[in-house]
């Protein structure tokens, strides 16, 4: 698909997703209290394959791409006493390592078998009473594994105790998980690397799905690559739980301001964009290529810190992004964490390959706005990971597509 972006500021509405991290959550978090959590008529992919499998009486499930419910069922599944489930995806999904979440859940009494290779999906795993008790985690893979043990934790015999080792990766993410079981009625503790969970039973309220945060990162970026911008994005919140709220501080700093209004932020670039030199993604890993691709489109440096999860994602993320960049002339230097981007977008017309990766195909938006007249993005139906209607809502603010 070619994407054609208008000539000067943007000005409109944006209707944004709700927050799949926040949704997943509470599907697990309601299909252990045996109550299914009410979901608008139209979702992210991630947030629907995870519905269809706790929906499903199927003997084998297969969730495709959909890593964070590869994580959470795994640890669901683990608890559903009797049943017995092969859990599987793709064939990416079966090089995304799962051996220290399966470690640490076989540690409490799971029972669970790896079919192919060691360490890796597809899983056969028969649920139990699950006994409760201290255990330590690595921090340093995904955050998701540790959400995925606090989220069971109340359906264990005793209170279970994490203790993160290492490194802590998107941190954000963990204390989302740690808000969202405390509006559902258990008393989380986390504090510095230790996290508390007491048994109990979970209390489902009457719950509001806000806006994604990480979808808005887009909209953000597009307001600094031109200015004068102003973007109402429907659905947000300033007061959020959400990790990739952070982006009001990273872009007020920067020239684009935030403000609430009653249906949700409203987003204004000045004339000058204050851009950083250095950023760093530890805690939020899916707001990299969003600012990698915004670099580029400004011709300003940036070093880009704490990448050290990226290459486990959808694709390998450091490596997908280094070669985008340069196919538009950008110097991407990558050194083990860290990637240093440098030079202006030096060519009219560019075809980006997004690896099945939708924030590649968001991210590669804002090259397009910035300098670049005339980008390819193959196989942009990608953004239906996490936000179906992203396309539809760019051509609402006079972006043309041509097939």
């Known amino acids: ?63 495709g791409m959909a890593g964070t419910a590869m994580r959470f069922l795994t640890a669901f599944y683990s608890v559903q006493e009797g049943k017995t489930v092969v859990l599987t995806g793709d064939e990416r999904m079966k090089q995304r390592p799962i051996s220290e979440l399966v470690r640490v859940l076989r540690e409490l009494g799971a029972e669970i078998e790896y079919l192919e290779n060691d360490g890796f999906p597809p899983l056969r795993i028969t649920g139990r009473k699950l006994k409760g008790s201290r255990v330590e985690i690595s921090a340093t893979v995904s955050s998701q594994f540790v959400s995925a043990l606090m989220m069971i934790g109340p359906m264990m015999e005793n209170r279970l105790e994490i203790k993160l080792d290492g490194k802590v990766l998107s941190r ?45 990162s887009y909209f953000y970026a597009l307001a600094a690559a031109k200015p004068n ?22 872009f007020e700093k920067m020239g684009v301001s935030s403000t609430q209004k009653e249906n949700g932020v409203e987003v204004c670039s000045s004339s000058k964009i204050d851009f950083p030199f250095e950023l760093d993604f530890t805690a939020n890993p899916d707001l990299a290529q969003t600012f990698a691709f915004l670099a580029a489109a400004l011709g300003k440096e940036l070093k880009l810190t704490g990448l050290d999860n990226l290459r486990l994602k959808e694709t390998d993320r450091v490596a997908a992004l280094k070669t985008e960049l340069e196919k538009l002339g950008v110097s ?72």
């Open 172 to 216: 954000p993410y963990i204390e989302l998980t740690a808000n969202c079981m405390r509006q559902c009625g258990i008393k989380v503790q986390f504090q510095g690397n230790t996290i508390n969970i007491p048994t109990g039973n979970y209390q489902i309220p009457n719950l509001v799905m806000e806006a994604d945060w990480s979808a808005a």
């Open 332 to 403: 991407a230097w990558v050194e083990e964490n860290m990637m240093t981007i440098s030079g202006s977008i030096a060519v009219e017309s560019a075809n980006i390959k997004t690896y099945n990766d939708h924030r590649m195909a968001m991210a590669a938006t804002v090259g397009a706005y910035g300098n670049t007249p005339d980008i390819n993005i193959e196989n942009p139906q990608v953004v239906e990971k996490s936000f179906p209607t992203f396309w539809a809502e760019l051509q609402n603010l006079g972006f043309k597509q041509i097939e």
């Open 1 to 63: 698909m070619k994407l054609l972006a208008p000539d000067g500021p943007l000005i409109g509405e944006v209707e944004l997703p709700i927050s799949k991290s926040i949704a997943n959550r509470y599907q697990i978090i309601g299909a252990l209290a045996q109550q299914e959590m009410p979901l608008p008529s139209s979702v992210p992919e991630d947030v629907k394959v995870l519905r269809e499998a706790l929906n499903s009486d199927a003997a084998e499930i297969n969730i």
């Open 229 to 250: 911008t102003k973007l109402l994005l429907r659905g947000l919140s300033l007061n959020s739980a959400q990790g990739d709220s952070v982006l009001i501080d990273w």
